[in-house]
């Protein structure tokens, strides 16, 4: 089955750090990622689409020099919460499918940033 | 309206009965449709995907896909408690490759 991993699972810092979150397919290829966000008890918010050797697709409303993405190889992509503040604790999930038409999108673990 | 509509519930089922989740959508050229299970605090996990018309099923679930109508469904038999979860149905979007558009989820529970 396909597998995506995602690194790390839980990250608690201070107001004013940035936090990296790596998101890695582990047995197949994939040019595009994507990135969620998910407050407690809502829905999945679709953040970004990363792209393979390319710029972002990033959402309405989501600020691309606050989150950073990074997709550089075809099976790495990374977000990066820049200068972070309590109101971006969440819960960061990536996902990715294979290339080709109706793929599925497999889930990393997720990772539950907590910003004091 | 929604791209892809779920009843939010909760769905109540006792253990052992079969559990019906349904979802809607308005995009008739969807071509594929997945089922996601989501536990609280984890993330999505894929558990079905399915793209022609009837009945698809893998162990305790089946997928159905009425293109005509536009709905798939989710049967789960069988209910357990650990299936207790909230399921996402999902399709892509239309010219978007593999970006997929959520419904809200149904949260089911299974009760002993």
């Known amino acids: 089955g396909a597998v995506v991993s995602q690194h790390p699972s839980r990250v608690i810092c201070k107001s004013g750090t940035s936090v990296k979150i790596e998101c890695r397919s582990l047995?197949?290829?994939?040019?595009?990622m994507f990135w969620y966000r998910q407050f407690p008890k809502k829905s999945l918010m679709l953040m970004a689409t990363s792209n393979e050797g390319s710029k972002a697709t990033y959402e309405q409303g989501v600020e691309k020099d606050k989150f950073l993405i990074n997709h550089a190889s075809l099976t790495l992509s990374t977000l990066t919460v820049t200068s972070a503040h309590p109101e971006d604790s969440s819960f960061y999930i990536c996902?990715?499918?294979?290339?080709?038409?109706?793929?599925?999108?497999?889930f990393g673990d997720g990772t539950r940033l907590s910003i004091l | 309206q929604k791209e892809v509509e779920q009843n939010s519930g909760p769905l109540s089922v006792p253990e052992g009965a079969i559990a019906s989740l349904n979802c809607t959508y308005s995009?008739?050229?969807?071509?594929?449709f997945f089922w996601y299970r989501q536990y609280s605090g984890k993330s999505p996990e894929l558990i079905m995907s399915i793209y022609s018309n009837g009945d698809k099923e893998d162990g305790r679930f089946t997928a159905q896909l009425n293109k005509a109508s536009q709905y798939v469904s989710l049967l789960i038999r069988d209910s357990q408690p650990s299936d207790s979860a909230t399921y996402l149905c999902?399709?892509?979007?239309?010219?978007?490759?593999?970006?997929?558009?959520f419904g809200t989820g149904t949260q089911l529970k299974v009760e002993l």
């Open positions: 995009d008739r050229v969807s071509q594929s």
């Open positions: 999902a399709a892509p979007l239309t010219g978007g490759g593999n970006k997929l558009t």
């Open positions: 996902s990715a499918s294979r290339d080709g038409n109706n793929q599925p999108q497999h």
């Open positions: 047995d197949f290829q994939a040019t595009t």
